[in-house]
Structure formats: structure tokens, C-alpha cells
């Protein structure tokens, strides 16, 4: 069965710092894509990134970096310089290719606090 | 904006009563997926459907049902409310499997 964790429930950073949402996954799945979600307070859930099982690149959107490793199974979301609009629930989620669906698993979310 | 819409965006009623959420995907997705967010379950998907057909289901009650209509739009009929249905249901849409899926904004349900 699919599973994603956040072990990281809240972080509270001030802003310009760099932080790292962690996020690991389990899948028997050898074909999956692998998501992040922003929810601000406003409530909507922001689509950030998808990323396929079988490309390890990094990837960098601006002040957004992600780190893929299937070692690990582990696809960590950086924010760099943060800013206090960054304040949001961040969700990672799994989607595996052999289910019926594509139904997104989702982990607990990370909460983040930028203050001024 | 991401193109989905949801209606209403809030809905207040009792327990025992009947409610219908819509859905109306982005143009051109074929896939409309809806979702349970409350605090003691987290994000919990529900149900999917592709092109008018159910494709998967999650842990959706019995007392829930869902539909795509010939045009796309989806309806999500919760019955017998319970107090423990009081959360934000999402709708999201995608333009087929394993593609990125598009939040609408979500309803609101509060059960009292």
C-alpha cells in the first residue's frame, strides 16, 4: 500500500532563511509520480510540482528547488529565501501508475510560519 | 485561479439531512477526482471518475454517492449527515491519469 509521510508537522522560520520540507514515501509501485500541494490560509490547494519515479534530476522553479532520491525514497521540497508569503500547509503526495485510478495519496502536510 | 469550480463554497445543515456538492473541471479534463479534508483524517481521496465512468474509489461511506454527467460537471450526494461529516470537500480535475491534478477552491460543509 502507498504512503506518504511528513514527519515535520510545523516550522517556524524568519524570513530570507532557507528551509527543507521533507517528505518520504512508500510504494511497491516501481512506476509512480511523486506531487507537492501549497494550501494558504485562503484555503485552495496550489499545485507546485510533479515529478515521474524514473526522473532523479532536481528540479529549480525560482526560489523552489526539489530533491528526488529514489535511495532514499525521500523528495524534499526547498524553499530558498523565504518569504512570509510562503506561509502555508505543504502537502507532498503519491499517485501509483498501477492502480485502477490515480488517486493522490497524501502525507499529513507541513505547516510553515515565515515571520517578518 | 486554477479552473475548476466548486458550488456552494459554503453549506451549513443538520444532521439526517441530504446535500449535493458540484464540480465543474478545467476545460479539456476528462478526469474529476473529489476529496475529504478535515483535521482528524487529513486529505482523504473519495472517489474518481473519467469520462462519465467510475474509475476508483476510496474510503468513500456507503451513504455518499458521486457522478459525472455527459457534459463533465460531478455532483457528490452526502446523506444522513452526520457530525462527523463536517469538513472542506474538494473537487479536482486533471486531463487524464497520471497527470497533475487541479483543486477547485472546495465547499465547506458544517454539520450542527
Known amino acids: 500500500a502507498q504512503k506518504v509521510t511528513q514527519a515535520q508537522t510545523e516550522i517556524s522560520v524568519v524570513e530570507k532563511e532557507d528551509v527543507t520540507l521533507d517528505c518520504v514515501y512508500e510504494?511497491?509501485?516501481?512506476?509512480?509520480?511523486l506531487f507537492w500541494y501549497k494550501q494558504p490560509p485562503s484555503g485552495e490547494l496550489v499545485f507546485l510540482i510533479r515529478r515521474n519515479s524514473f526522473d532523479e534530476q532536481n528540479e529549480i522553479s525560482g526560489r523552489y528547488s526539489w530533491n528526488f532520491q529514489k535511495s532514499t525514497s525521500s523528495f524534499n521540497f526547498t524553499i530558498t529565501a523565504s518569504q512570509v508569503v510562503d506561509s502555508a500547509v505543504y502537502f507532498c503526495?503519491?499517485?501509483?501508475?498501477?492502480?485502477?485510478?490515480?488517486?493522490?495519496?497524501f502525507g499529513g502536510g507541513t505547516r510553515l510560519m515565515v515571520k517578518p | 485561479d486554477s479552473g475548476v469550480t466548486q458550488t456552494p463554497k459554503h453549506l451549513i445543515t443538520a444532521t439526517g439531512q441530504r446535500v449535493t456538492l458540484r464540480c465543474s473541471p478545467r476545460?479539456?479534463?476528462?478526469?474529476v477526482y473529489w476529496y475529504q479534508q478535515s483535521l482528524d483524517q487529513g486529505l482523504q481521496f473519495l472517489i474518481q471518475y473519467y469520462n462519465g465512468e467510475e474509475r476508483a474509489k476510496g474510503n468513500i461511506l456507503e451513504r455518499f454517492s458521486a457522478q459525472q454527467f455527459p457534459d463533465l460537471h460531478s455532483e457528490l450526494n452526502l446523506s444522513s449527515l452526520e457530525l462527523g461529516d463536517s469538513a472542506l470537500y474538494f473537487c479536482?480535475?486533471?486531463?487524464?491519469?497520471?497527470?497533475?491534478?487541479?483543486f477547485g477552491p472546495g465547499t465547506r460543509l458544517t454539520v450542527t
Open positions: 503526495a503519491l499517485s501509483e501508475a498501477d492502480n485502477a485510478g490515480n488517486m493522490l495519496t
Open positions: 479536482a480535475s486533471s486531463v487524464g491519469p497520471m497527470y497533475e491534478q487541479y
Open positions: 476545460s479539456g479534463d476528462l478526469s
Open positions: 510504494t511497491r509501485d516501481t512506476t509512480y509520480y
